[in-house]
């Protein structure tokens, strides 16, 4: 199976799961006529935990998942961060990718749809960005802060919205968690950009 066909399998599968996802479909119009960019593999040290990794899924993303393992070789992974943001255990244990978007695997400006992984005993810190984001859990926990909010703790089939500039943050624990990630609004170009005093 070719890396086009394995990432149109991802992205039908991510397709059904907003369907039949009330707060995914409710979050934004499916983007239609998507072209491929054939972008070059990225791997990260977090692939082999990603490999790895027993936790629960979701019901409604095992398919999803499934894909998510199947396209991972072949993924321009990200990490988005330095060193002297984040620390190296984050660097070490974190990755996403693309889907669609500006700079996706399958191109388009009107929308931008992630795949991240985190692994166990990973610290996200308090961050922000411009445009409005869901995070749909497929798989494992993980504790969520919003400025403003309280902490929640969320598993699979769980989702959670964070505002415009809303500053957040997340925790993993025994297992990592692996989410669906959406962006809408002004923004779909930026990127997160850490809050002031996020290591204290």
């Known amino acids: 199976m070719s890396a086009q066909t394995r990432f149109e399998t991802l992205l039908a599968s991510a397709r059904v799961l907003v369907d039949h996802t009330p707060a995914l479909s409710s ?31 979701a019901e409604a993303a095992g398919e999803l998942v499934a ?62 960005h411009e445009a409005e984001e869901i995070y749909y859990i497929a798989a494992g926990s993980g504790r ?21 500039w809303q500053s957040h943050a997340m925790w993993t624990e025994d297992s990592g968690i692996l989410c669906f990630v959406a962006w809408r609004g002004e923004g779909l170009g930026g990127v997160p950009m850490i809050s002031k005093g996020s290591m204290a």
């Open 144 to 164: 969520f802060a919003r400025e403003g909010e309280e902490d929640v703790v969320l598993g699979p089939g769980d989702t959670l919205v964070m505002s415009p």
């Open 27 to 57: 979050f934004f119009v499916i983007p239609s006529a998507l072209d491929f960019d054939a972008r070059e593999p990225v791997p990260r040290p977090a692939l082999e935990h990603l490999c790895k990794e027993t936790y629960d899924v």
């Open 67 to 128: 894909n998510v393992n199947a396209v991972a070789p072949y993924a321009e992974w990200r990490l988005s961060y330095t060193t002297d943001e984040v620390g190296q255990k984050m660097l070490d244990t974190y990755a996403w990718f693309e889907l669609l978007g500006p700079k996706g695997h399958f191109r388009t400006a009107d929308a931008r749809w992630y795949i991240g992984y985190w692994g166990a005993g990973n610290y996200y810190p308090w961050h922000e």
